[in-house]
C-alpha cells in the first residue's frame, strides 16, 4: 500500500526499512529536482510489480563523475554552419540517451549504496533505541553471572535512569514490585532500625565537631528499607530455593551499586506465601468472605 502524508524531511532510508527487500524501486533525479527539504520528490504504485516506486532528489554516482567519461568535451564545437541548428538538436538528444545509458549502468550501485546505508541507519536506530549503548557502557563492569540474574536482567534497562532512580525510595520500590509480580511474587517493604556493623570505621579527629556525629565503635544503627518477598509454599521450596536465595542476594549488591545513595542501605527477607485458602490454628483466613478458622 502506498503510504500518504509523509512529513516533507523524511528521509529515504526510513521508508526503505519499513518495505521488504524486493518491494522497493528507486530512481535519482539529481539535486536539481530536489524541492527544499525535500528528498522523496515521488512516490507511485507499480501495480503490476506489487512494488513502490521512488523518485529521489539526489545525485547518482554518474553525476559525481567528470563529464568527459561519458560525453565528448567538445560535442557542439565543429557543429556545421549550414545546418548547425539540426546538428545541434541531433548532439542533444545523443547526449540524453548517453545521460539514460549511464544512469542506467549506475542504477543497481545507487540502489546497494541506498540499501546499505538504510541498514546502516537501522543498525544505528537499533543500538541507540532505549540508551542499549549507555546500558552498556554502565553496565560494563557487570558479570556473566549478574547478567544471567533474571531479576538483574530486567533492571539493566533502567540503568541510563540510574541518576533519577537514584535515592528515590518509591521509585525504586515500583520496579522491584514490576519485576516480581513478574516472576508470581510479591513483596512489601518496612522500615526496620537494624544495628549495621562496620568493618573499616572512620573517626572524626577535628576539633569543634559534634560528639553525636562521631561514635567509638564499629557497630551503629540504622533506618533500613526491608523488602519481605513472599516466597512459594512449602511443597515448592525445592532445591531451587538455594539459588533463589543466591539471586536475591547478588540484586541487592546490584541495586547498593546502581540505584541507592551512598549511605543508604537495603536489604532482602524471604518470608513463606502460605495458599489462599488453609487450616491451622494461628492464621484465619476467608474464601468469598466465608471465615475458614474453625
Known amino acids: 500500500m502506498l503510504p500518504h502524508k509523509l512529513p516533507t524531511d523524511i528521509n529515504a532510508e526510513l521508508l526503505l526499512n ?3 527487500k524486493g518491494m522497493f524501486r528507486i530512481s535519482l533525479q539529481g ?21 513502490i516506486h521512488a523518485t529521489l532528489g539526489r545525485m547518482s554516482i554518474y553525476n559525481s563523475l567528470p563529464e568527459f567519461m561519458f560525453h ?51 543498525k544505528i536506530e537499533e543500538y541507540t533505541h532505549g540508551d542499549v549503548v549507555m546500558q552498556q557502557i554502565i553496565g560494563d563492569e557487570l558479570t556473566e553471572e549478574q547478567k544471567g540474574n533474571r531479576f538483574i536482567r530486567q533492571l539493566i534497562a533502567f540503568l541510563p535512569q540510574c ?34 556493623h562496620d568493618e573499616k570505621p572512620r573517626y572524626d579527629n577535628k576539633l569543634d565537631t559534634v560528639v553525636g556525629d562521631c561514635y567509638v565503635d564499629n557497630q551503629y544503627e540504622e ?21 533463589f536465595v543466591e539471586e536475591i542476594d547478588q540484586l541487592r549488591l546490584f541495586l547498593r551499586d546502581y540505584f541507592l545513595g551512598i549511605e543508604e542501605e537495603i536489604s532482602f527477607q524471604i518470608t513463606q506465601d502460605y495458599p489462599p485458602l488453609r487450616l491451622n490454628d494461628d492464621k484465619i483466613y476467608n474464601y468469598l468472605n466465608y471465615n475458614t478458622n474453625i
Open 31 to 51: 539535486m536539481h529536482k530536489r524541492n527544499s527539504y525535500r528528498d522523496i520528490i515521488e512516490l507511485e504504485e507499480m501495480v503490476d510489480k506489487k512494488a
Open 72 to 122: 565528448p568535451v567538445d560535442r557542439y564545437d565543429n557543429l556545421p554552419v549550414n545546418n548547425e541548428s539540426e546538428a545541434f538538436h541531433n548532439e542533444v538528444d545523443k547526449q540524453e540517451q548517453e545521460k539514460a545509458d549511464a544512469f542506467k549502468f549506475f542504477s543497481p550501485i545507487d540502489v546497494q549504496l541506498i540499501r546499505l546505508r538504510a541498514s546502516v541507519r537501522e
Open 163 to 196: 541518576k533519577h532512580i537514584r535515592g528515590n525510595r518509591t521509585l525504586l520500590t515500583y520496579l522491584l514490585r514490576k519485576i516480581f509480580l513478574e516472576e508470581n511474587l510479591r513483596i512489601d517493604v518496612v522500615q526496620q532500625d537494624c544495628k549495621m
Open 223 to 243: 533506618n533500613v528499607a526491608v523488602y519481605q518477598i513472599f516466597y512459594w509454599a512449602d511443597e515448592k521450596c525445592d532445591e531451587h530455593f538455594i539459588e
Open 18 to 20: 519499513y518495505f521488504p
